[in-house]
């Protein structure tokens, strides 16, 4: 079974950044697609970034400011850097498969507030 833990999260004023990072463990030796999932309170689960052999995917209003990545000295490390946080950015984060594939981890808090 795959185990996916998420870390980087926390407080940064609007303007700011923070490089979230997704460790896989279990039955993956090697990540080639992955996806980054935000859940604000109130609001569903939603894919804002996703990378698949040869491509990467942005939501909308993420296009530009998120960039997601994998480690290539360590390919069960995947990253989602965030530039230009803005206030609706502010949800907790996820890792997983795009298909929801693998069980949920615990996810990452990121607020954004001055």
């Known amino acids: 079974q795959v185990q996916l833990r998420e870390s980087g999260g926390g407080l940064v004023q609007p303007g700011g950044s923070l490089r979230l990072s997704c460790v896989a463990s279990g039955l993956i030796v090697r990540i080639n697609t992955m996806g980054w999932f935000r859940q604000a309170p109130g609001k569903r689960r939603e894919l804002v970034a996703s990378m698949s052999p040869g491509r990467t995917n942005y939501e909308d209003s993420v296009k530009g400011r998120f960039t997601i990545s994998r480690d290539d000295a360590n390919n069960t490390l995947v990253f989602l850097q965030m530039n230009n946080l803005r206030p609706d950015d502010a949800a907790v984060y996820y890792c997983?498969?795009?298909?929801?594939?693998?069980?949920w981890g615990q996810g990452t808090r990121v607020t954004v507030s001055s």
């Open positions: 997983n498969h795009p298909a929801e594939s693998y069980p």
